[in-house]
């Protein structure tokens, strides 16, 4: 198990990270873990059944019988296809304060770890490097300035058709990332053994080939 390579990239909402694991995913031909739709898809479950984003033994117990699966880029809650959902920004901010309970990180740990499977795995998130695979052989930490990402967020969803309001995302997102970074248990932040790739003046292709040099030179010297 521990032989298969990880490739972590943890950072702040809407840093790219997620587009540019999938790319560099397809690239390799690598299984791709997206760690913040299993938080989402837990926070759909909790509103769902009202549980509250507080509640750390029920959130626990719906952790442990999350029924939630990517199938073909789709993503699957309880057999239903919530892709758009999960997307929305409520849905992101609600995971954002359950991700912060450190038995729920604790209930997801094994879920995210079984996504480590032959011939490798991107993996992207808020831990990866950190704490859910440790030993991945390259950790990216992605960033972009606030600005940019406020931006990059409104246009994501206006274009699957969620409504968005840019001065409302801009305090959200800062919200989000004051609450992401500054939790006792996984706080978001670069670890002294990843990379720095800032996008904020940077398009998607340029950072998918920076992530991929990096990805190439580092296996190479492991071989
Ligand atoms: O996963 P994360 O929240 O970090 O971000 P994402 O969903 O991958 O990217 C947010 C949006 O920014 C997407 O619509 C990307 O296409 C866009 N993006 C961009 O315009 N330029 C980049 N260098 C990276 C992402
Ligand atoms: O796409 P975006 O960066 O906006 O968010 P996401 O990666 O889908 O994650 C949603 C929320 O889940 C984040 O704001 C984090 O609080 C939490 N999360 C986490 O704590 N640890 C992870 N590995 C991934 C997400």
């Known amino acids: 198990m521990a032989s298969i390579p990880v490739l972590a990239i943890d950072g702040p ?52 019988a999350l029924d939630a699966s990517f199938d073909h880029g789709r993503i699957v809650l309880d057999g239903e296809d919530v892709s758009i959902v999960v997307r929305r920004e409520e849905t992101g901010n609600a995971a954002s304060k359950l991700a ?14 079984a996504y480590r499977q032959s011939p490798g795995l991107v993996a992207d998130g808020r831990d990866m490097a950190s704490v859910v695979f440790p030993d991945a052989f390259l950790k990216i930490f992605m960033t972009a300035s606030a600005e940019a990402r406020a931006e990059r967020r409104y246009k994501q969803l206006i274009d699957k ?17 004051l609450r992401d970074s500054s939790r006792p248990v996984a706080p978001l932040k670069q670890g002294p053994d990843s990379v720095l790739l800032d996008t904020t003046a940077m398009g998607i292709e340029e950072a998918v080939q920076f992530v991929l040099d990096h990805a190439h030179a580092a296996l190479s010297a492991k071989a």
Do not use: H
Not at 17 to 41: C, P, Q
Not at 167 to 172: A, I, Q
């Open 13 to 64: 909402t809407a840093s790219g990270k997620g587009t540019v694991a999938a790319r560099v995913a397809e690239v390799l031909g690598w299984n791709l873990l997206d760690s913040g739709s299993i938080y989402r898809m837990l926070a759909l479950s909790a509103i769902k059944r009202n549980v509250a984003f507080d509640d750390e033994a029920q959130l626990v117990k719906l952790a442990d």
């Open 100 to 113: 912060a309970l450190p038995a729920v990180r604790l209930a997801l740990l094994a879920r995210q770890r």
């Open 161 to 177: 058709g969620l409504s968005a309001n840019i001065d409302s995302l801009v305090l959200e997102l800062r919200e989000r990332d």
